[in-house]
Nanobody, 116 residues
């Protein structure tokens, strides 16, 4: 089992920055992919950014050049640095992990609100 705990959400003005953290615990050695997803009211949950064990990253087109996903192996923590935030980035952000055994794990989510 893997437990994921997000932190760092909050209220920020458009153009501002936030850094989300996802602390992973448990059988983290089985995880080969971490990701950040988000879900705005009335919308489907969407992938924002992913990072694998080799450090390769992928981003949704809507956040490319503004968001950066990174991982600190020593702290078992994944980060999402969000710059130049827009009102349309407002959502609940979830940390996601996928294990080698095909199991998916989710955090509880953290609210990000961007005011115009």
């Amino acid at each position: 089992q893997v437990q994921l705990v997000e932190s760092g959400g909050g209220l920020v003005q458009a153009g501002g920055s936030l850094r989300l953290s996802c602390a992973a615990s448990g059988s983290t050695s089985s995880i080969f992919l971490f990701a950040w997803y988000r879900q705005a009211p009335g919308n489907e949950r969407e992938s924002v950014a992913t990072i694998n064990t080799r450090g390769s990253t992928n981003y949704a087109e809507s956040v490319k050049g503004r968001f950066t996903i990174s991982r600190d192996h020593g702290k078992n923590t994944v980060y999402l640095q969000m710059n130049s935030l827009r009102p349309e980035d407002t959502a609940v952000y979830y940390c996601y992990a996928h294990s080698l055994y095909g199991t998916a794990f989710w955090g509880q989510g953290t609210q990000v609100t961007v005011s115009s």
